[in-house]
């Protein structure tokens, strides 16, 4: 292994497990709206900027994939919050004991580009209908708040009818074998469905209601060519048409809409992402890149700022985002 990767390695490792360990308790900072995801980041928790609310939030582990509810959609994500992954089996004997000998690990990717998924294209065209390519997929549920395994499960997408999904699942190790079905709720982005238990939630709120969502999520990082899935805490954007402006050069205070027409957007989900902060060995506990301010544009063209100013309660826990932010 190169020099570089090596270091690289063991830097990720030791900061993913700074997640899991106790850290320094640092202040906390008193003023603007604190996002309470925790201090083992179990919640994720949607955020309306109009009206300074957290509008819905769940447990992070409740669910393992989302089920696209756009009129031509078909996309299914992983649950990233619970650091998931898929191999891709090929046509192979489904409900029959399999293992991970050898599978190639495929991840969702941070910035929300639909065509790159870790299940990808699992079907093609028969008619007006979506068939399934018969491919055998495992699921790895990743890992809870706590960093315990979620387990593996096999899973088979059979079709897209009706604007109902159907699939099958079951233990890798071969087991019961379940039957699944999700509806399309068009007022919400994805529905999502947990493979434990075989139910479906309604995590998302109504898609046009919130701007942000504060959540635990898999991103990949590189070593030149190289990618690295790593787990991170941040913000993602909705994904109806928000874009997103970085801005290092001008204080929070100073920036006005003629400065923020001139910034240019982007449509990533991870825009604001995680970066905001960092973990220093040094402290034992996050620092705040004072520096980052981000302009977020809505599809109306309504703009706001905003910046972090805190990421601990009063009682030193982290897992406690404060956020500042006005309307230009």
């Known amino acids: ?22 850290e320094k308790m640092l202040p906390a900072n008193p003023r603007g709206d604190t996002i309470p995801m925790t201090e083992n980041y179990l919640y994720q928790l949607y955020f309306n900027l109009d009206s300074g609310k957290v509008i819905k939030s769940n447990v992070k582990t409740l669910s393992d994939l989302g089920f696209e509810c756009s009129g031509k959609g078909w996309h299914v994500l992983l649950n990233t919050s619970d ?5 891709d089996l090929g046509e192979v004997a489904f409900g029959q004991v399999h293992d991970t000998l050898g599978v190639t690990w495929t991840f969702d990717k941070s910035d929300g580009n639909p065509d790159s998924t870790g299940i990808g294209r699992w079907f093609t065209i028969s008619g007006s209908d979506t068939i399934s390519n018969n491919h055998v997929y495992i699921i790895n ?3 809870d708040e706590l960093g315990n395994d979620l387990g593996l499960y096999q899973v088979i997408f059979d079709s897209l009818k009706n604007n109902t999904f159907y ?4 233990p890798l190790k071969g087991g019961t074998i379940v039957s699944g079905a999700v509806h399309k709720q068009p007022s919400v982005n994805f529905v999502w469905y947990s493979i434990k238990s075989g139910v479906t939630w309604n995590l998302e709120p109504p898609k046009a209601t919130y701007h942000l969502l504060f959540t635990q999520y898999t991103t990949l990082l590189y070593d030149g060519t190289i990618p690295y899935p790593y787990l991170v805490t941040g913000v ?36 604001i992402g995680y970066n905001w902060k960092y973990y220093s060995f040094k402290t034992g506990g996050y620092t705040l890149s004072l520096k980052n301010c981000y302009v ?5 063209g309504l703009l706001y700022k905003l910046h972090f100013i805190g990421f601990y309660n009063l009682k030193g826990q982290k897992g406690y985002p404060v956020i500042e932010y006005e309307h230009l």
């Open 1 to 22: 292994m190169k020099t570089g990767s090596f270091f690289l390695c063991l830097i990720m490792a030791l900061a993913f497990q700074s997640c899991f360990k106790k």
């Open 83 to 87: 650091f998931m992954k898929a191999a």
């Open 141 to 143: 549920r990743g890992m």
């Open 167 to 170: 699939f099958r699942h079951a």
């Open 236 to 271: 993602l954007t909705n994904r109806m048409g928000l874009e997103v402006a970085m801005d290092t050069l001008h204080a929070f205070s100073s920036i006005t809409r003629d400065i923020a027409s001139g910034f240019t957007y982007s449509t990533n989900l991870d825009a």
């Open 296 to 300: 977020i544009r809505n599809n109306a």
